[in-house]
């Protein structure tokens, strides 16, 4: 059984803020299985679990609060993406960002909202109200970006939402 | 399955087969958009795929003689009305996004 607990933390390692249904479906084990060994490497502080919206995404003990915040949200492609360009273009206005993304503004502001309730993104406002978004800590930030791998599933989900927000955005 | 030609029935199975899995695959995308963003637009999605699946059952269920040839074309294009009716309103009810 050792052997087990074992799969799941490397499984938990290599894939930090993987959720309860992507452990089981990589293992292949049972969801019963699975549950028990979460519990045991939760007590012993070898995991730990965090819910972000709605999903609980489990990390090894090393990660800080913001990293297990941030690495799930960047997990999504979109999310990710808006990270990304602002890394490789530095500062620049919303605009420009759901421009050169080709996204609707409704689904850039969504992620948005995420990504500034996270301190992963800051909006800066001039004098005349003009938003220039940033990211806020970037190195830390490039390193997770390289770790958070979305599943064939989440990006489904989230090429669906942009889709559907641009066809009524038009 | 005695409305059909023999030789097509197989094809016809199969077709309605993989409607099924692609139309599933489709609401259970649409179902998981809608959890996410909880809004009017993504619900009227999700009910005009209900509906595409809805289809798919009824043909299923009229190949293996559960569902009589005149109800199934009655059920059918009734769907199809309710889904022109799901669109229109979805169409009608999209306001103009606020520019800021």
């Not at chain 2, 692609?22 to 619900?43: E, K, M, N, S, V």
């Amino acid at each position: 059984m050792a052997d087990t607990r074992t799969r799941i933390e490397t499984s938990i390692e290599t894939h930090p803020g993987i959720h309860f249904s992507e452990i089981v479906r990589r293992l292949e084990l049972a969801p019963g299985q699975v549950q028990y060994h979460l519990k045991r490497l939760r007590a012993d502080d070898t995991v730990v679990a965090e819910p972000v919206y709605g999903k609980t995404h489990y990390f090894p003990p090393e990660y800080t609060d913001w990293e297990r915040d941030a690495l799930a949200l960047l997990r999504r492609e979109t999310a990710g993406g808006v990270v990304a360009y602002l890394l490789a273009n530095g500062p620049a206005t919303p605009a420009a960002v759901a421009d050169s993304l080709d996204i609707a503004r409704s689904t850039l502001e969504w992620h948005l909202d995420r990504l500034v309730d996270h301190q992963l993104v800051s909006k800066h406002r001039d004098q005349s109200n003009h938003v220039t978004l940033t990211v806020d800590q970037r190195d830390r930030t490039v390193q997770l970006l390289r770790e958070a791998d979305p599943t064939l599933r989440e990006r489904m989900v989230d090429r669906f939402t942009r889709l559907v927000d641009k066809l009524l955005d038009q | 399955m005695t409305q059909f030609p023999g030789e097509y029935a197989p094809l016809l199975v199969l077709v309605l087969v993989l409607a099924a899995l692609g139309t599933l695959a489709l609401l259970g995308l649409a179902f998981a958009a809608y959890r996410r963003r909880g809004t009017r637009p993504y619900l009227l999605v999700v009910a005009v795929l209900v509906l595409l699946v809805a289809r798919t059952v009824v043909g299923i269920g009229t190949v293996f003689a559960v569902v009589p040839m005149l109800a199934h074309h009655l059920v059918e294009h009734s769907i199809d009305l309710l889904t022109a009716a799901v669109l229109l309103y979805a169409v009608y009810t999209t306001p103009l996004g606020t520019a800021d």
